[in-house]
């Protein structure tokens, strides 16, 4: 798959890193998808000391005929999306969509989802209301009218049929209202914007990323995650830290799966990242092992 640069005209994005096939991380069970975006001064959760190309993700879930979407993508994606979620969900199944912000990196690609393959349910962990800032205020109604929006507070599971059920998370690191998620099935936690460190060097939907090819630093870790949390510059915060190895004692994991970034894949290379970030944390600016 190879993709065409993102370009520029007027301000605008006019074209994104395309991948014409979801990305298969457990088979038959976890999709990624989404595409890249180029790496520059228009994404604001980005450090400028950095460049390249970072895939936006989001992920579908498959239980039998069951289906949960967690995020939708942007809307630059758009087209991409619909492809690639034709291929995995079939005419009979109405997904459920989980959103891990109220922002449209996140929920971009909702209204359109629900016009082509239909919608059961939204669930919006922080934000009841997942529609503020669409401005097709006549479309959003008409199709909104078609689904169920509930909230979803941290504790609680969404069962997706089988006897699997998707715990949501409200982690300690956020900005904002932010729901992380986990699948027991899998061992994913998926993190929304947090764990958003990696990017890529071409212009590729290709995000997953291992040990084997990891060339992540810890400076690059701490560039992002305060550029991301911009109040890290400025504090340092180690019951923060100990909240979040309290997190990840709690499950068992071997993938994270961000909104913005690579997909993390392996219990070692997880491991890796979740010292780096509570490193970050811990206000450390070296070298971290």
Same mark, same amino acid.
């Given at each position: 798959?190879?993709?065409?640069?993102?370009?520029?005209?007027?301000?605008?994005?006019?074209?994104?890193?395309?991948?014409?096939?979801?990305?298969?991380?457990?088979?038959?069970?976890?999709?990624?998808?989404?595409?890249?975006?180029?790496?520059?001064?228009?994404?604001?959760?980005?450090?400028?000391?950095?460049?390249?190309?970072?895939?936006?993700?989001?992920?579908?879930?498959?239980?039998?005929?069951?289906?949960?979407?967690?995020?939708?993508?942007?809307?630059?994606?758009?087209?991409?999306?619909?492809?690639?979620?034709?291929?995995?969900?079939?005419?009979?199944?109405?997904?459920?969509?989980?959103?891990?912000?109220?922002?449209?990196?996140?929920? *971009?690609?909702?209204?359109? $989802? =629900? !016009?082509? #393959?239909? &919608? +059961?349910? %939204?669930?919006? @962990?922080?934000?009841?209301?997942?529609?503020?800032?669409?401005?097709?205020? *006549?479309?959003?109604?008409? $199709? =909104? !009218?078609? #689904?169920? &929006? +509930?909230? %979803?507070?941290? @504790?609680?599971?969404?069962?997706?049929?089988?006897?699997?059920?998707?715990?949501?998370?409200?982690?300690?690191?956020?900005?904002?209202?932010?729901?992380?998620?986990?699948?027991?099935?899998?061992?994913?936690?998926?993190?929304?914007?947090?764990?958003?460190?990696?990017?890529?060097?071409?212009?590729?939907?290709?995000?997953?990323?291992?040990?084997?090819?990891?060339?992540?630093?810890?400076?690059?870790?701490?560039?992002?995650?305060?550029?991301?949390?911009?109040?890290?510059?400025?504090?340092?915060?180690?019951?923060?830290?100990?909240?979040?190895?309290?997190?990840?004692?709690?499950?068992?994991?071997?993938?994270?799966?961000?909104?913005?970034?690579?997909?993390?894949?392996?219990?070692?290379?997880?491991?890796?990242?979740?010292?780096?970030?509570?490193?970050?944390?811990?206000?450390?600016?070296?070298?971290?092992?």
């Amino acid at each position: 798959m190879t993709g065409a640069t993102g370009r520029r005209r007027g301000g605008r994005f006019t074209d994104a890193g395309r991948g014409s096939q979801p990305v298969e991380l457990v088979p038959g069970s976890l999709y990624a998808f989404g595409g890249t975006v180029t790496m520059d001064s228009r994404i604001s959760w980005i450090s400028p000391a950095d460049s390249g190309y970072q895939p936006l993700n989001g992920y579908l879930i498959k239980e039998g005929s069951n289906a949960l979407l967690i995020d939708t993508g942007v809307a630059l994606h758009r087209k991409d999306v619909l492809e690639q979620l034709s291929m995995l969900i079939d005419d009979q199944t109405k997904p459920r969509v989980l959103f891990t912000r109220a922002e449209l990196d996140a929920t *971009g690609n909702l209204i359109a $989802i =629900a !016009a082509r #393959f239909g &919608v +059961e349910v %939204v669930n919006a @962990g922080g934000n009841v209301n997942p529609f503020d800032a669409f401005e097709e205020v *006549g479309q959003v109604g008409r $199709i =909104a !009218a078609s #689904f169920r &929006v +509930e909230r %979803v507070a941290s @504790g609680e599971s969404l069962s997706i049929g089988d006897g699997r059920a998707i715990e949501v998370i409200r982690p300690p690191l956020r900005m904002l209202n932010t729901t992380w998620a986990y699948d027991p099935r899998t061992k994913t936690l998926f993190t929304s914007d947090s764990f958003g460190h990696t990017f890529l060097e071409q212009d590729r939907y290709a995000p997953v990323l291992t040990a084997e090819r990891d060339a992540t630093d810890y400076a690059q870790v701490r560039r992002h995650t305060c550029a991301r949390y911009w109040w890290l510059q400025h504090a340092v915060s180690p019951r923060l830290a100990t909240e979040m190895t309290k997190l990840y004692d709690r499950y068992d994991i071997e993938r994270i799966a961000p909104t913005h970034g690579c997909v993390l894949e392996g219990a070692e290379l997880v491991r890796k990242h979740q010292r780096w970030l509570n490193a970050v944390l811990h206000g450390e600016t070296g070298e971290s092992g």
